[in-house]
C-alpha cells in the first residue's frame, strides 16, 4: 500500500463510481479496479461492495473504519 493507493481509495469512496474516479484520477477504469483488488489483497479485507451496473460500489463495515484511517494518513502526507 502507497499513498496511491490511499488517494485512490479516498478518491472512490468519494464518488462511489468506478468510472468516475478513473476520470477524476485521469486512470483508465481497469487501473483503478486491479489497484483496489490489490489494495483489498493486502488488507485482507473487502472495502466496498460493488453493486451491478454502472460500476456503483458501497463501503463496507470495514472501508468506513478504513475510510477514517485513510483521511489521516493522506492529511499527514500533506503537511
Same mark, same amino acid.
Given at each position: 500500500?502507497?499513498t496511491?493507493d490511499?488517494e485512490?481509495?479516498l ?6 463510481n ?8 485521469f486512470?483508465?477504469?481497469t ?5 483496489l ?7 485482507? !479485507?473487502?472495502l ?5 451496473? !454502472? ?25
Amino acid at each position: 500500500m502507497n499513498t496511491e493507493d490511499i488517494e485512490l481509495f479516498l478518491e472512490l469512496s468519494k464518488s462511489r463510481n468506478l468510472s468516475v474516479t478513473a476520470n477524476n484520477l485521469f486512470l483508465a477504469q481497469t487501473t483503478v479496479s486491479r489497484r483496489l483488488a490489490l489494495l483489498e489483497q493486502d488488507l485482507g !479485507y473487502s472495502l466496498f461492495t460493488r453493486g451491478k451496473g !454502472y460500476g456503483t460500489i458501497a463501503l463496507t463495515p470495514v472501508g468506513k473504519r478504513f475510510s477514517v484511517l485513510a483521511q489521516q494518513i493522506s492529511l499527514l502526507n500533506k503537511e
